[in-house]
């Protein structure tokens, strides 16, 4: 019953609460009031919350009309500078006129009260995204007529129309706001409000009025939607650096085309023309495939008969890099060394389809019309039980880590006798992940606001600490330091793997001399991760999959992203990979005839 009261108060109360519902037809509202009034009768008492018939008739439009002479009369504006902070004076002042506005049946404002969220349908079944009309409201301008002491009239604009969108939680006991850029939970309301508003004057003057209804729910802070987002100096020079690594590519395309392929090409064009034999007979020449993969060097060392092949210097070494051609073709080559495990690419591609499928149902459910219906029917079906768990889809990535580091690094040490460069074994590791890992961060956190717009649209990002925890990304600490401060929320598990990496070496190291020594490494570690995760999950009454309400941020925190819970699936990789070393990739399964 709280919910649908909170529901239907909020409704009441968006655009400056109370004046919302002002010039919606009384038809419509008599819908609203029948619609109830069927749901109530053909349910059990029991089934339904139970809303009071004066709360009810609170809907017809005459008690409308009268609310927004009442809020005008009635202090409850004023009222809000006592109620921590303090709206300013020229947003209390316009929305003033707004409201007078709406009385004066004035076009601006009816406009901007159509643009606000309201009420639809299927409440039960859990529509509480009320998000109005963006466009609409982005597009009003206030216009008010001014007679000066001559009797001259004029029309002066004194704001603009801004979309903003309030958040009220479904009870009041969820006071605390849900973690930085995931869903939030709770009723959404849009609201077209003054542009002379802030967020936080929005804020202090809804749960003003929500006070004065005697209720202990608050709202969250209110965002408001800029019109336009001028770029800051961060983003200024993060596109000073895009645009200098962009001329870079275009210098080294046309360098590698120009001086390295069109020799190339030339080259190849007289090799496959026909040849002349003795006897004058014509034989084509037979090309040579091409056999460019990721291991390819970008100038290949080719043993070439033409002294006069153009050999480029150190500058042109460094532009090649650059090439955009060399690159693509690599990066698009579909050839495999004889020693690559080929079957793992389809496993990467299920994997990843299925993360993508995950995080997809998990985000966008919040907006969903139907969340209640739909959460209460879908956990039911035995299907969408590999949608609820897709937590453990990332860890057939971790499986794979362990597989490759024991399957190359052995094959190496038996190349060379036992012996590795450990400085290069780590150094190698931060150096191909950490250049790209930075330039992610910082292209994605200046200019991820600027990428689009719209009512729900993270104008200020998702990063809501300005990822000013950075060097935990650098140090691959940052699930372990701070982690509800964690840069890029999803970077967690590059954390977890470079971890295991630098443990790695206890594990394949005996396995290399004695796999008796081996497995008693590997199985310490995995009951030591088996029992610390049995022990935090009843310690702290995790259920499976952390999915419960209220304790999403300490399982995240606390569990989800800790090494020493994650840490399984890695060492499962490991063994596999050691079984492969051991059989050189040639396991053979017996058939059985059933």
Partial sequence: MFIVHSVYLVAICSVVTHATERQIPSSYLNVVLNTQRLLLSKHKADDLPKIPAAFLRRLSGDYILDTVEDVLNSGVLQGAESQGAVPSSICLNHIVLFLEGVLQQQRWALSMVDAAGKPGNWL???????????????????KLNVTDVDNDTSVITPFLGQYCTAVVPLQPSDA???????????VRIGLCLPDTCTGSDITAILNSILISQNTSIRVFPTICQARKLDYDTKAIAVLCVISLIVLMMIAGTAYDVIHIQMPRWANKQE???????ADNEEIPHLVTIDKTDEQTPLIPKEDTRDSEEY????LGKALLAFSVYTNGKKILSTTHSKDSIQCLHGIRFISMTWIILGHTIAFGISVAKNLKTFSQDAVQDWTFQAIINATVAVDTFFAFSGLLVTYLILKEMKKNRGRINWFMFYFHRFWRLTPAYMLVIMVYVPLFRYWGEGPQWPQTGIEYTDCDHWWTNLLYINNLVEPLKICMGWSWYLSNDMQFYVLSPLIFVPFFYNMILGSISLLAFLLATLITSGVLSNVNNYPAGGSQAGIQIDFFKDFYVKPYVRMGPYLVGMATGYLLYKTQCKVKISKVDM
């Fill in 271 to 277: 090799e496959t023309s026909t040849m002349h034999v």
């Fill in 176 to 186: 605390r706001p849900p973690i930085p850029g995931t869903p939030t939970t709770g």
């Fill in 311 to 314: 050999e480029p210097g150190r």
């Fill in 124 to 142: 039960y079944g859990g529509e509480i995204n009320w998000v109005g009309s963006y466009q609409e409201c982005n597009r009003i301008v206030a």
